[in-house]
């Protein structure tokens, strides 16, 4: 069963744009949500985790029970932002379980 | 320097040679993990570790074997490698049991089985 959704494989925007890389989660639970990111040739990384309500590069992510959605968000688009982002959820004793990814390119 | 290596980073091998990616980490993490990336699919779990002599199934384990003798190796085992399992590696590490299980990545091993 997917458990983690990224609906966009690819995302194109123009720099000083806003930013919004959609994830989705199926877990009837407390989820422990997080975003990490990779940059070219450079290994996986996290940008945030929900629990610490913390902005990274000016990135947030808001999770939304309801909807079942931690989308992550940034108002103003920079070239240092294109990478690939993965939404990742633990449903405890550390593993994560990864979404598709969805490239973000900004385009100068 | 905190970090997880693995070697070999690029691989290329035959159907049927077994072969051994290593995986180490100095930040004596209790939890190792290794993924899979392939195209599409994002990252996979095979297998992990929640300590030392305690592992256990992924989502996607089929045709992998790890052991964890040490805290701080987690070397992933394919005893006869196939075509399907030509992909990108990543090995990672956390603490365990806290919430705050940040997971710290190796650089990834790509692999491909002709």
């Known amino acids: 069963a997917q458990r983690v959704t990224q609906p966009e494989k690819l995302l194109s925007v123009f720099k000083g744009a806003p930013v919004e890389l959609k994830c989705n989660y199926s877990?009837?639970?407390?989820?422990?949500l997080f975003w990490y990111v990779q940059y070219s040739r450079q290994r996986l990384q996290l940008l945030l985790r929900h629990i610490s309500r913390e902005s990274i590069k000016g990135f947030t992510a808001d999770l939304n029970k309801g909807e079942t959605s931690f989308h992550l968000k940034k108002p103003f688009a920079q070239e240092e932002d294109s990478a690939m982002y993965y939404c990742a959820l633990s449903l405890g004793a550390n593993n994560l379980f990864f979404g598709t990814g969805t490239r973000l390119t900004v385009i100068p | 320097e905190a970090q997880v290596t693995q070697n070999p980073r690029y691989l290329i091998t035959v159907t049927g040679k077994k072969l051994t990616v290593t995986c180490s980490q100095n930040m004596n993490h209790e939890y190792m993990s290794w993924y899979r990336q392939d195209p599409g699919l994002g990252l996979r779990q095979i297998y992990y570790?929640?300590?030392?002599?305690?592992?256990d199934k992924g989502d996607v384990p089929e045709g992998y074997k790890v052991s964890r003798k040490e805290k701080r190796n987690f070397p992933l085992i394919l005893e006869s490698p196939s075509p399907n399992q030509t992909s990108l590696y990543f090995c990672a590490s956390s603490f365990a049991g806290t919430l705050d299980y940040e997971q710290y990545f190796g650089p990834g091993t790509r692999l491909t089985v002709t």
């Open positions: 877990y009837s639970g407390s989820p422990e």
């Open positions: 570790s929640m300590n030392v002599e305690v592992t």
